[in-house]
């Protein structure tokens, strides 16, 4: 066990961890941060999306002992300052993005990912960025169109390939 | 997954200090190796992270033209570094598994699994890359030695890989879209004197060469004549419920023809 500090959505918490314990283990457990899921465990849904250092791993393919010092953000920390949903987020519940919800956070933060790289992406990147982010509800039409609508673009009637 | 001690140390001879002492093992991005241990198929004392090394990531150019990428360096930086001056290669990079994975998943880890569906071993292979490590210098032809097998020696760590550049180069993923990885895939890279074709995701042998098509194709470098090769022998393919030895053996030639036409 040791202690791992890190700056969390702005502000700076600490908890503790094995070396074993995952980066969203320490969220969820540590700092009872629970917008993160886990939703496959193996490295191959997205569910567990968040942001390090900027860029987006899975949370649940990290330890977190390797990460103190770093800067995250999750779920939690995409609301805008008034506690109303952020752009992204609003988009989502606007264009119907999500059902059961259980994989929203993870497709948000990887949304979030891809517009800061490419703040108006072609319907094509959307799909291929949101790769690794896997719904069992929407068949991520929607999905689609809110990060389309989110991106301040033109939302198609029907999403084409 | 069992636990373990995390060790963190900042240069190369730390690292090697700490693999060289009993049960220890190397963690890149941990892409791989972190599902491996949860799945239990993989278990020590000691887990030395290699991410604090400054001096392993990161890109450059060599007195040779070659490109040097540091064996720490994710996927997504030679995405982004490489997308002008060795496309092909950039490319390669920006298709492995998703975003996410980009962001950890570095070449040294890569190389050193060798996994026979991985991308990066073709890549290497076709390229007539080095592998530098911390002790030795290691050319791709002698370093992948069959399913997940290198010429690494226990504790021996992937600092470098230099890749000279092509002519014209192009990699020809067919996906395996539940795992991202490739069915099959081939990299072509033709050189001056002389084209290399590297195919991964077929052999259980792992990352191979097709000779047959690297003499064709040094002869005439066109699509056109790897259609009339005869494609490789179906026996020692891998053969699973994705497909079977000889559709694999039949996408190695459609692969390859892809890759020629598309070569920048
Ligand atoms: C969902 C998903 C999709 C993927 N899709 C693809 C794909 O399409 N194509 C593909 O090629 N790969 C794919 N991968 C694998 C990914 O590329 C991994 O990043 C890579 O195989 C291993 O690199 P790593 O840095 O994560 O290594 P780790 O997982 O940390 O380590 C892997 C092995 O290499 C050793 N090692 C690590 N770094 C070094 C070093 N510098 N020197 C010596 N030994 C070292 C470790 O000890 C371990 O044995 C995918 C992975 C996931 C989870
Ligand atoms: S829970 Fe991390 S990828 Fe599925
Ligand atoms: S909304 Fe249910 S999994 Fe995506």
Redesign the interface.
Same mark, same amino acid.
């Given at each position: 066990m040791g202690k791992v500090t890190m700056t969390v959505n702005g502000k700076s918490r600490t908890a503790e961890a094995?070396?074993?314990t995952?980066l969203v283990e320490w969220l969820r457990e540590g700092l009872r941060l629970t917008g993160t899921h886990v939703g496959c465990?193996? =490295?191959q849904c997205?569910a567990c999306?968040v942001h390090?250092d900027g860029?987006?791993?899975?949370a649940c393919?990290?330890?977190a002992?390797?990460l103190d010092g770093a800067e995250v953000r999750t779920i939690e920390g995409m609301a805008d300052a008034d506690g109303s949903l952020g752009t992204i987020q609003q988009a989502f519940q606007d264009y119907h993005g999500l059902q059961c919800g259980f994989c929203t956070p993870g497709m948000v933060m990887?949304a979030a =990912?891809?517009l800061e790289e490419n703040p108006k992406p072609s319907e094509a990147e959307v799909r291929h960025?949101l790769?690794?982010?896997i719904c069992r509800c929407t068949g991520y039409h929607n999905i689609v169109k809110a990060v389309m609508a989110a991106s301040g673009q033109e939302v198609a009637p029907v999403a084409a390939e | 997954?069992?636990?373990?001690?995390?060790l963190?140390p900042a240069t190369i001879d730390e690292a090697a200090a700490m693999l060289a002492e009993g049960d220890a093992q190397a963690?890149g991005g941990?892409?791989t190796l972190?599902?491996t241990?949860?799945?239990r198929l993989a278990q020590m004392d000691r887990?030395v992270?290699l991410?604090g090394i400054d001096a392993i990531r990161g890109v450059c150019t060599d007195d040779d033209g070659r490109i040097c990428i540091g064996g720490g360096t994710s996927h997504?930086t030679v995405a982004r570094e490489y997308a002008k001056s060795y496309p092909a290669l950039a490319s390669l990079a920006g298709r492995i598994?998703?975003?996410?994975?980009r962001?950890?998943g570095t070449i040294g880890g890569s190389l050193a699994n060798n996994d026979p569906s991985a991308c990066y071993p073709a890549a290497a292979l076709a390229s007539n890359a080095t592998i530098v490590t911390n002790t030795r210098d290691i050319g791709a032809d002698d370093f992948f030695q069959g399913m997940f097998t290198t010429a690494l020696e226990e504790g021996e760590i992937i600092t470098e890989v230099r890749f000279p550049v092509p002519e014209k180069a192009a990699y020809e993923k067919f996906i395996q879209p539940a795992s991202?990885f490739p069915l099959v895939a081939v990299f072509v890279a033709k050189f001056a004197d002389g084209v290399r074709v590297a195919v991964t995701g077929a052999s259980s042998d792992g990352v191979f060469r097709w000779s047959e098509a690297e003499q064709a194709l040094s002869d005439d470098w066109s699509a056109d004549v790897v259609a009339g090769l005869a494609a490789p022998g179906a026996e020692g393919m891998i053969s699973d419920l994705h497909g079977d030895g000889a559709y694999r053996a039949h996408l190695v030639k459609v692969m390859t023809a892809r890759a020629v036409k598309g070569a920048v």
């Open positions: 094995e070396g074993r995952l465990d193996t =490295s997205g999306v390090v860029a987006p791993v899975k393919t990290v330890l002992q390797e990887s =990912s891809l960025y790769e690794g982010n | 997954m069992y636990d373990f001690e995390l963190k963690l941990g892409q972190i599902p241990m949860k799945a887990l992270a991410s997504a598994g998703d975003p996410a994975v962001s950890r991202r």
